[in-house]
T-cell receptor, first 112, second 110 residues
Framework: DVKVTQSSRYLVKRTGEKVFLECVQD?????MFWYRQDPGLGLRLIYF???????EKGDIPEGYSVSREKKERFSLILESASTNQTSMYLC???????????FGSGTRLTVV | GENVEQHPSTLSVQEGDSAVIKCTYS??????FPWYKQELGKRPQLIID?????GEKKDQRIAVTLNKTAKHFSLHITETQPEDSAVYFC?????????FGKGTSLLVTP
């Protein structure tokens, strides 16, 4: 089975800090995604990447950027963290064809 | 973009009863519809999916139906068990990404 690893399970950062969330897959899948999960709002797409160095904005990209320099790694960057970015962040990969999407275990970020 | 509406937001059933969760989508070009189950503190897990060229799919106690004309799809869980208690998300794929509903919190009481 494919493995999707998010580097931190819990993270506490201060307002204004630059924050990096990392997601690594152990196979060669092209499509990777960053979602944000908040109670009552479901999963909302922040950014996705369909290949190395390629990225597309999702529904809520404001305040975020991404980087994909290598196929296996997709990073989410909070340029200047704010308290309203306190959330659960989930990375996902698409398994190709119609084999679904697999999620990482998530990073719960608290901005104080 | 795609807009996915999910109902109800909470659902409580007795063990052994059936549970139905309904979703609608807005863009007729959406072509793949998965359902995810998320237990407390865990990642969403795919439980069943359906493609746009199929009307119904079943896997043991769970089934999904798709009505392309009406742009809605539903999850059916029969003979519910306490371990079915979780948050369930529907999603629709348009292009590369999945667009999710807001989730249904299902509680199965013994």
């Amino acid at each position: 089975d494919v493995k999707v690893t998010q580097s931190s399970r819990y993270l506490v950062k201060r307002t204004g800090e630059k924050v990096f969330l990392e997601c690594v897959q152990d196979m060669d899948h092209e499509n990777m995604f960053w979602y944000r999960q908040d109670p009552g709002l479901g999963l909302r797409l922040i950014y996705f990447s369909y290949d190395v160095k390629m990225k597309e904005k999702g529904d809520i990209p404001e305040g975020y950027s991404v980087s994909r320099e290598k196929k296996e790694r997709f990073s989410l960057i909070l340029e200047s963290a704010s308290t309203n970015q306190t959330s659960m962040y989930l990375c996902a990969i698409r398994l190709g064809g119609d084999y679904g999407y697999t999620f990482g275990s998530g990073t719960r970020l608290t901005v104080v | 973009g795609e807009n996915v509406e999910q109902h109800p937001s909470t659902l409580s059933v007795q063990e052994g009863d059936s549970a139905v969760i309904k979703c609608t989508y807005s863009d007729s070009a959406s072509n793949y519809f998965p359902w995810y189950k998320q237990e407390l503190g865990k990642r969403p897990q795919l439980i069943i999916d359906i493609r746009s060229n199929v009307g119904e799919k079943k896997d043991q106690r769970i089934a999904v139906t798709l009505n392309k004309t009406a742009k809605h799809f539903s999850l059916h869980i029969t003979e519910t068990q306490p371990e079915d208690s979780a948050v369930y998300f529907c999603a629709a794929r348009l292009g590369y990404a999945l667009n999710f509903g807001k989730g249904t919190s299902l509680l199965v009481t013994p």
